[in-house]
């Protein structure tokens, strides 16, 4: 096998990091999923729209603000460093950071199509056999989503370990810290290392082409349709 | 004739009204007021047109929609004031809406037991073996709701609402979305309903079979307002409403059984005005039994018809003439003995036999309807 013990390096920080911010992600964008699909509020719009960005803006942009805001002049920066965390740029949890905000679109999004297909009728249908709210989030609400669950976990880590833009900008290129598979990549093709590089590729295009499919096998709402 | 439906003990009539409601919301192109007071006991239609607002009037019953200013009060306890509005999740009632909503992440009996462990078991009245006993359910309890008909649908969605022991049931138009073998399926089960339930039940509905069926009182509800509230029979029979009934008007007879006739295959029902003759019925004698007269099945004459084939002929007298939705037909008012009847004559012969408020005519009935 064609694999340095960098590249293993690569990729073991790659999984640590895209399961990491998947965990993240269904903690942070489920609360965020379900407001956005059920508020009539007029910041609808506006932070679907803050939440769907990444999907247009070009990684290096949105790396860019994310470096300014986390460095030591940043409002994000003075806040880790006054709670004794010093700063995030150049350092794995800094990733972790920009990887959530890169990949948040890739699973709010599902979250939220999921919890609007359920539609308020289970809901209701709950309340009147005397759930309350969180008990009819938790015992309707997700058991129902869990399709869209499945999917925004795929598409939020396979898009975590897909980002290159985003590291090169917060993470630089730390071995075993910051260096994730796609940086490698790029490393052995500035070096020449061809046989290198075709070796992490290949792998990146099974998992990508893996991840993928099981979407269809494994989500019951697509094999119906 | 119809076939005889089921067996029931007709309940007392309703005594005092325990159910207050006062809701008034206004949308763009739909208003809701009323001031209702709604009978404690048995089943009362929330009955009119779609758009009248009597899903709305539920719903705001139930506490799904919140109306600001709305007052409601359930056996004294108040659900909605000024000051307070209490939840759906802790109103005691149960709900059932016009599609089942089943949980399809849930078995069918995970469904039912769904709202009944919510229940503390000391508030618990109707155990779930008697729900899944009145609605007829025991044999699809471990299937998944997907694998259930439209019917057997509804009928574990009535079962799941009966097993958190509610105070009061509401029903949103329970047989609107099914074909009309499947409410015959159904029907029965809410007559039981009807008759095992010690609790109010409001009924949604637009089908005026249904209402002439289940109903013990009627609410007519017309953009939104009351129109007319009352009992069954006399509501059925005020000819100010035929708008709201349409071809469908008829009244209503309550009555025993006092002889069935194996010969002729009939059955003899006495109510207060003389006795009628149906199909032979399976009912015991002496059973309660509620009858539908449509107004196009009673025709009139000034002298008694002799050697005629009609079996049931009535001494009545005439109460009041309205004019009917179709051009050249009246509706006739009629008393018999006490029990009101409609007929539905032509206006020419009306204007021929000179029938005018308190004429005295034979009504001549040629088909009756057996509801239960």
């Known amino acids: ?37 059920r508020t009539r509020s007029w910041l609808k719009g506006p932070i679907g729209a803050v939440v769907a960005l990444p999907l247009v803006l070009p990684p290096t942009v949105l790396g860019f603000y994310l470096l300014v805001a986390m460095g030591p002049q940043g409002f994000v920066g003075h806040v880790t460093q006054s709670l004794g965390f010093g700063l995030l740029p150049f350092s794995f949890w800094g990733l972790v950071v920009a990887s959530v905000f890169y990949s948040m679109p890739f699973v709010v999004q599902p979250l939220q199509n999921a919890f609007e297909a359920i539609g308020e009728r289970p809901l209701e249908a709950a309340a009147t056999l005397r759930a309350g709210p969180w008990d009819r989030f938790f015992t309707v609400a997700l058991p129902l989503a869990k399709p869209g669950f499945i999917t925004a976990s795929v598409l ?22 910051t260096r994730v598979v796609s940086v490698q990549i790029y490393d052995h093709v500035e070096a020449l290392e061809y046989p290198q590089a075709h070796w992490l590729s290949g792998i990146m295009l099974i998992f990508s082409f893996l991840v993928l499919l099981s979407l269809y096998v494994f989500n019951p709402n697509r094999r119906k349709a | 004739m119809m076939e005889p439906v089921a067996a029931s003990a007709v309940r007392a009539e309703a005594g005092t009204a325990v159910i207050r409601a006062r809701f008034k919301l206004a949308f763009a192109n739909f208003a809701l007021d009323v001031d209702l007071n709604l009978a404690g006991r048995g089943v009362t239609a929330l009955f009119g047109h779609s758009g009248s607002g009597k899903t709305t009037l539920l719903r705001c019953i139930a506490g799904l929609e919140r109306v600001a200013g709305g007052e409601l009060s359930v056996n004294g306890a108040v659900w909605q004031n000024a000051n307070s509005f209490v939840p759906t999740h802790r109103r005691p009632l149960g709900y059932v809406f016009q599609e089942a909503s089943l949980f ?92 095992d339930l010690d609790i109010p039940i409001l009924y949604v509905s637009h ?6 069926r289940l109903a013990d009182h009627v609410v007519l509800l017309e953009r939104g307002r009351v129109v007319a509230q009352g009992d069954l029979r006399a509501t059925l029979a005020r000819l100010d409403l035929t708008a709201a009934f349409g071809d469908d008007m008829g009244a209503v007879i309550e009555g025993t059984i006092g002889e069935h006739d194996d010969s002729d295959h009939l059955t003899r029902i006495d109510f207060a005005g003389g006795s009628v003759y149906a199909s032979r019925c399976t009912e015991a004698l002496g059973s309660r039994m509620r009858l539908r007269v ?44 006490g029990t009101p009847l409609i007929a539905r004559i032509s206006g020419r012969s009306c204007d021929q036999l000179r029938i005018e408020p308190g004429a005295s005519v034979w009504a001549q009935v040629k088909s009756v309807a057996v509801l239960r």
């Open chain 2, 207 to 212: 089908s005026p079979d249904e209402v002439a």
């Open chain 2, 294 to 337: 449509q107004a196009r099945d009673v025709s009139l004459a000034v002298q008694k018809p002799e050697r005629t084939s009609i079996l049931n002929v009535f001494e009545a007298r005439v109460v009041e003439l309205a004019d009917a939705a179709v051009p050249g037909q009246v509706f006739v008012k009629l008393d018999v003995g």
């Open chain 1, 156 to 177: 939020g880590f396979a898009h975590t370990v897909g980002e290159f833009g985003v590291v090169l900008m917060i993470g630089g290129n730390i071995p075993d810290k």
């Open chain 2, 104 to 195: 399809s992440h849930l078995s069918v009996r995970q469904n039912l037991e769904y709202g009944m462990k919510r229940v503390p078991s000391a508030l618990r009245r109707e155990g779930l073996e008697a729900s899944i006993e009145m609605l007829g359910i025991g044999p699809l309890l471990e299937r998944a709701t997907e694998a259930l008909s439209g019917g057997e649908r509804q009928r574990v969605a009535i079962a799941r609402a009966i097993a958190v022991s509610p105070q009061l049931l509401l029903l949103d138009e329970p047989l609107a979305s099914l074909d009309a073998s499947r409410k015959q399926e159904i029907l029965p089960y809410l007559q039981r309903l009807h008759d």
């Open chain 1, 1 to 37: 096998m064609g694999l340095t013990d960098a590249d293993l390096g690569a990729i073991w920080l790659t999984l640590r990091l895209a399961t990491l911010v998947t965990v993240l992600l269904l903690l942070i964008g489920t609360p965020i999923a379900w407001w956005l699909s």
